[in-house]
């Protein structure tokens, strides 16, 4: 039973370049959430996909933007990258049903550096 | 506000002995969960242990278990008979109810074990 995949795992962009992260879910889960943890701190949640609309949102401003397809799998766009976007981004999936069976469960994690 | 406070940065165990993470949190919800992940320097968050807000009993898996006092709003982590592999980052994590389905985190515990 694969896990949460994420791709690529590593990435270098200069400032101002846009980037796409990928992420596909646990076999039988069908809710993808994204987070942003910089270095020594807390993951942050970006945002919700759940039948392929943007369920629930934090605190990020429009420049991360992203997309879920028919077969669940996600990605994270982010625009005009900026030095802070620099961090580890955590891509969790979940799937339907009263907690703890809704536990997200997290992937490998896609580590981003800006220049 | 802090919704979830973790207020050990790092902690030091013996291997074999037994160790205690701590974590408030803080919400005005009556419905809420509580999660704690581990994060080897690898990057990935692995689950280890929920308490549901409504849950009578501690919750335990395997050499975890949580000890949840609710008045206090705490939900500590002990982990037992310590071993070399559970070095890593612990994170505390809270749901809270209703519509919301992010996962609020702590900042984190760095624990080492030693031989």
């Known amino acids: 039973d694969a896990g949460v995949t994420q791709s690529p795992t590593h990435l270098i962009k200069t400032r101002g370049q846009q980037v796409t992260l990928r992420c596909s879910p646990k076999?039988?889960?069908?809710?993808v959430s994204w987070y942003q943890q910089a270095l020594g701190q807390g993951p942050q949640f970006i945002f919700q996909y759940y039948e392929e609309e943007e369920r629930q949102r934090g605190n990020f401003p429009d420049r991360f933007s992203g997309h879920q397809f028919p077969n669940y799998s996600s990605e994270l766009n982010v625009n005009a990258l900026l030095l802070g976007d620099s961090a580890l981004y955590l891509c969790a999936s979940s799937r339907p049903g009263l907690p703890p069976t809704d536990t997200q469960y997290f992937g490998p994690g896609t580590r981003l550096t800006v220049l | 506000a802090q919704k979830i406070t973790q207020t050990q940065p790092g902690m030091f165990v013996q291997e074999k002995e037994a160790v205690t993470l701590d974590c408030t949190y803080d919400t005005s919800d009556q419905s809420y969960g509580l999660f704690w992940y581990k994060q080897p320097s690898s990057g990935e968050m692995i689950f280890l242990i929920y308490?549901?807000?409504?849950?009578?009993q501690n919750a335990t898996e395997g050499r975890y278990s949580l000890n949840f006092q609710k008045a206090r709003k705490s939900a500590n982590l002990v982990i037992s008979a310590s071993q070399l592999g559970d070095s890593a980052m612990y994170f505390c994590a809270m749901r809270e109810g209703g519509n919301d389905y992010k996962l609020s985190f702590g900042a984190g515990t760095t624990v080492t074990v030693r031989a």
């Open positions: 076999s039988g889960h069908d809710t």
């Open positions: 308490q549901g807000s409504y849950d009578e």
